[in-house]
């Protein structure tokens, strides 16, 4: 086990594009970081400068002790889990987990073990002797744990390691990883777009936004104070609804006073309420109700305020709400973000 350091990390591809631009991040030993952005924020990149597969353009990593700039993969002590297996198809799972320790020259009797330790771990014992055609998708997935969990690496690194496998497998496997990275408390790094995979997971999330770092902070604090507007709306589904401040906005009541150089009012559908129109604590606003969408337990009302600002909230069970009704909705002073006109958050 060991923590990872990264000191001002960059990435220029053909001379002028900057994929990473300058990034800094302490990983404790033991902690489960993931990196989570929208396409193109470069999580994959930097996850890959990490494990020595991506060249890095300046700047320094270390893995433990070590300074990791200039050596091969092989030799940073790291295991990597990769969103297609690549497990060897040929072989049975057995040889699968094997391989990588034969080519260190383990000992027969110490490759058994770590194999028995891992099967057991992973639960799939009972398809040592079978090859990967002859698995499903999350079984694939467990033996491609295995394979890094046999190492016994200083870290791990997930490159999307679910992304192929369907909405109750990839729940099943969340849990899985978690349960699996408390019990060995190695040093992790994930990398995911799912940013409710993010949530679960993380000790702590890192939010990537064009090749630089947004945010660092544990999943509750990234979605209770968000640290920029666009952290704001990637954290939480649906996401924070943003509402421009601006002379003749649909506040049809309340006490909202905006703090000095606030541009925008962000409140997420989950704070907010069907209200009275009255004046009182908080926000209050009138909206037409455009869709009503029904997930089980609750129903999110998609609505429109009178300026035409799009508005979500959410309302428990099935909700009575009909289409084109309007309804005064409202929030608590204590749910309200305000952002400056750069995206920063002001309160």
Same mark, same amino acid.
């Given at each position: 086990?060991?923590?990872?350091?990264?000191?001002?990390?960059?990435?220029?591809? !053909?001379?002028?594009?900057? $994929?990473?631009?300058?990034?800094?991040?302490?990983?404790?030993?033991?902690? &489960?970081?993931?990196?989570?952005?929208?396409?193109?924020?470069?999580?994959?990149?930097? &996850?890959?400068?990490?494990? !020595? &597969?991506?060249?890095?353009?300046?700047?320094?990593? $270390?893995?433990?002790?070590?300074?990791?700039?200039?050596?091969?993969?092989?030799?940073?002590?790291?295991?990597?889990?990769?969103?297609?297996?690549?497990?060897?198809?040929?072989? %049975?799972?057995?040889?699968?987990?094997?391989?990588?320790?034969?080519?260190?020259?383990?000992?027969?009797?110490?490759?058994?073990?770590?194999?028995?330790?891992?099967?057991?771990?992973?639960?799939?014992?009972?398809?040592?002797?079978?090859?990967?055609?002859?698995?499903?998708?999350?079984?694939?997935?467990?033996?491609?744990?295995?394979?890094?969990?046999?190492?016994?690496?200083?870290?791990?690194?997930?490159?999307?390691?679910?992304?192929?496998?369907?909405?109750?497998?990839?729940?099943?496997?969340?849990?899985?990883?978690?349960?699996?990275?408390?019990?060995?408390?190695?040093?992790?790094?994930?990398?995911?777009?799912?940013? =409710?995979?993010? =949530?679960?997971?993380?000790?702590?999330?890192?939010? &990537?936004?064009?090749?630089?770092?947004?945010?660092?902070?544990?999943?509750?604090?990234?979605?209770?104070?968000? $640290? %920029?507007?666009?952290?704001?709306?990637?954290?939480?589904?649906?996401?924070?609804?943003?509402?421009?401040?601006?002379?003749?906005?649909?506040?049809?009541?309340? %006490?909202?006073?905006?703090?000095?150089?606030?541009?925008?009012?962000?409140?997420?559908?989950?704070?907010?309420?069907?209200?009275?129109?009255?004046?009182?604590?908080?926000?209050?606003?009138?909206?037409?109700?455009?869709?009503?969408?029904?997930?089980? $337990?609750?129903?999110?009302?998609?609505?429109?305020?009178?300026?035409?600002?799009?508005?979500?909230?959410?309302?428990?069970?099935?909700?009575?709400?009909?289409?084109?009704?309007?309804?005064?909705?409202?929030?608590?002073?204590?749910?309200?973000?305000?952002?400056?006109?750069?995206?920063?958050?002001?309160?």
């Amino acid at each position: 086990m060991a923590q990872i350091n990264l000191r001002d990390i960059r990435k220029v591809y !053909g001379g002028n594009i900057e $994929a990473i631009k300058g990034v800094s991040l302490d990983i404790a030993d033991g902690e &489960l970081v993931v990196l989570v952005g929208p396409s193109g924020c470069g999580k994959s990149t930097l &996850l890959r400068m990490i494990a !020595g &597969l991506e060249s890095i353009s300046g700047g320094q990593i $270390a893995i433990g002790e070590r300074v990791v700039n200039d050596l091969e993969p092989s030799e940073r002590d790291i295991a990597m889990v990769f969103q297609n297996y690549a497990l060897y198809p040929h072989m %049975t799972v057995r040889q699968n987990l094997s391989y990588g320790l034969k080519n260190r020259n383990t000992p027969p009797d110490e490759i058994a073990r770590r194999i028995e330790k891992a099967a057991r771990a992973l639960e799939i014992e009972a398809f040592l002797d079978r090859k990967p055609r002859q698995l499903s998708g999350g079984q694939r997935q467990r033996v491609a744990m295995g394979r890094a969990i046999v190492r016994e690496p200083a870290a791990f690194l997930f490159d999307e390691p679910l992304s192929n496998l369907d909405a109750k497998l990839r729940v099943q496997m969340r849990v899985e990883i978690k349960r699996l990275q408390r019990a060995l408390k190695t040093t992790s790094v994930y990398v995911t777009h799912d940013q =409710m995979e993010a =949530m679960t997971l993380a000790d702590r999330l890192v939010v &990537l936004n064009g090749g630089r770092i947004e945010q660092v902070g544990t999943p509750i604090e990234l979605y209770e104070r968000p $640290a %920029t507007s666009f952290v704001a709306t990637f954290i939480g589904s649906p996401s924070m609804n943003l509402l421009p401040l601006r002379e003749g906005s649909s506040l049809s009541g309340g %006490t909202v006073i905006p703090p000095a150089g606030a541009s925008t009012l962000g409140v997420r559908p989950e704070d907010l309420h069907l209200a009275s129109a009255e004046s009182g604590e908080g926000l209050r606003m009138e909206v037409r109700v455009g869709a009503v969408e029904l997930v089980g $337990a609750e129903s999110y009302v998609h609505a429109t305020l009178g300026d035409g600002q799009p508005l979500v909230f959410r309302v428990p069970g099935r909700s009575q709400i009909a289409i084109d009704e309007r309804v005064t909705v409202g929030a608590d002073k204590a749910a309200l973000h305000f952002f400056d006109g750069d995206g920063r958050r002001l309160a």
